[in-house]
């Protein structure tokens, strides 16, 4: 049985330039080692690999079968620990390797697409992956190493002591109401959440927890009243242009509200939350650029895309 423990990068790589050069002396040369350590080296080689690897010559070696055999594998293995290094010497350059995102959903809405245009212009040679998912998620995949960087928010739950530390804060992301466009408030520039008070809300949020608009509401003076439970943020925009309720939309979704909607903004102190961008311990370089570019980004608009 073959000792693969002798074959290690140093003595595949002894093995190649004398294979190359078919010269002990000429591969010592080359190596920086002595004629002497090359053979010694080598007949190590060949009792590891069960027998002769050079056919000894009057000037020079050449290989036997078996070591034309054990050269193929040497030059794959040494190619691959050769592009291995690029790889790595790319990847903590910025310059290579894939980073690995994670976002909640409306931060894939904007924030992260407009970030992540700008990021691919900037870093070509990095390749990208990202997963969605609810803040507590990612900052369960981050502490495992699964990602490389995170979009979370503070909502609805809150951020773990833990992971404090390592968070950058990004924005505050405001609620805005969205409204149909024939609406009665949709002509104000900002709306007043006590003029809401009779409105049938589209919400998702499980009964019983505690939410941003349950909050505002209690604020204002009243509860609001319950509606359709929606999941989707393309169908609460569906039964709003419908007149069916109201809803609330984080600034961040701004972009994706549809023609016949209008957006508003709360007058006074409107329901927010706070979001903010998750590292590692020891971040990549390429996820510290991806962060510099999250708290360049500015919203595309407020306002009504109609």
Sequence with gaps: MLDTNAFDAAALRLLDEVARSGS???????????QS?????????????????????????????AGAALHRHAVAVL?????????????????GGTLRLGAFAT???????????????????????????????????????????????????????????????LREDRLLVALPAGHRLAAEAEVDLRDLAGETWIEAAPRGQPTLLLAACAAAGFAPRGGLRVAEWTGKFGFVAAGLGVTLVPELAARAVPA?????????????????????????PAALEFVRLLEEWEPCTTHSPT
């Design 37 to 65: 350590a090359v053979s010694r080296r080598v007949a190590a080689l060949e009792r590891a690999a069960g027998g002769p690897l050079f056919e000894r010559l009057a000037r020079g070696v050449r290989l036997t079968p």
């Design 260 to 284: 016949g909607l209008v957006l508003r903004p709360l007058r006074g102190q409107a329901p927010a939350r706070r979001v903010y961008a998750a590292l590692p311990e020891d971040p990549l």
């Design 107 to 169: 931060a894939n809405v904007d924030l992260v697409p407009g970030t992540l245009k700008r990021f691919a212009a900037r870093r070509p040679g990095v390749e990208l992956s990202l997963a969605e998912g609810l803040t507590t998620k990612l900052l369960a995949r981050l502490r495992a190493g699964a990602l490389d960087a995170a979009v979370v928010s503070d909502y609805p739950a809150g951020l773990p002591a833990a992971d404090a530390g390592r968070l950058v804060p």
């Design 79 to 95: 190619d691959r620990l050769e592009r291995a290094g690029e790889e790595l010497a790319a990847l903590h350059a910025g310059r």
């Design 24 to 34: 002990f002396t000429a591969a010592a040369e080359l190596l920086g080692y002595t």
